[in-house]
């Protein structure tokens, strides 16, 4: 399952080089739940074997597309208010705790909690939309979330490349992974059967 799936975001890097990382990137910045942290993770890896990928244009790409998406992000809040981010909650599952830790952050730390948020899983997500609910200055916005984008690109990329060349090493564990999975799902599978098949025959028959 989860080799599957990062051979399907390999796959659409290889295919599409920087234009994935760009989207990815932009979409998830803007507050779309998708895997941008994996597929740039994934470019940097390839960009040690792959000749059409360089890192240097990787870090380009992905702080260009993170701060369009953050600010993307910023002005479906601004303008969209509460009423938008509670529909965005209902949409995406979003728990409750994830907004009031997000407008805690921001009530604590304000701008800076921009910076800190692409670190974060959940928040990378809703720093840009939550920060224009909240009606934080645009100009302070723009700074520390370029800024973020820039440190936080840089060292996810960075660390991409530098463990390239144990992508090999990485495709093993994935796959290792995929069987402890499989056996953790077939033995909770069997513990449901059992249960079910020795509950209260008396209790059944009602």
Not at 31 to 43: D, F, H, K
Not at 155 to 163: D, K, M, P, T, W
Not at 164 to 175: D, F, M
Not at 188 to 206: F, H, I, M, Q, T
Request: aromatic share 14%; hydrophobic share 55%; charged share 15%.
């Amino acid at each position: 399952m989860t080799h599957s799936i990062v051979d399907l975001l390999r796959n659409a890097v290889v295919q599409y080089g920087y234009w994935a990382v760009g989207a990815a990137l932009l979409l998830e910045n803007a507050g779309i739940p998708v895997p941008g942290e994996t597929i740039l993770l994934l470019a940097s890896f390839l960009a040690f074997s792959e000749h059409d990928l360089r890192l240097p244009w990787i870090i380009v790409v992905a702080t260009v597309a993170a701060t369009l998406g953050d600010n993307l992000g910023f002005a479906l809040g601004y303008y969209g208010g509460r009423p938008l981010l509670l529909r965005y909650q209902s949409l995406f599952r979003i728990k409750n705790t994830a907004i009031h830790r997000g407008e805690d952050l921001f009530a604590k730390y304000g701008a800076t909690t921009v910076f800190f948020a692409r670190f974060v899983f959940g928040m990378r997500i809703l720093a840009g939309p939550m920060a224009g609910v909240l009606r934080m200055s645009w100009r302070r916005f723009l700074v520390f979330n370029f800024l973020g984008a820039v440190v936080w690109v840089s060292v996810i990329s960075c660390a991409g490349y530098l463990f390239g060349r144990h992508w090999n090493r990485l495709e093993e564990a994935l796959k290792r992974a995929d069987v402890l999975a499989a056996v953790i799902i077939l033995l909770v599978a069997g513990y449901l059967w059992w249960r079910n098949r020795n509950r209260d025959p008396a209790g059944s028959g009602e």
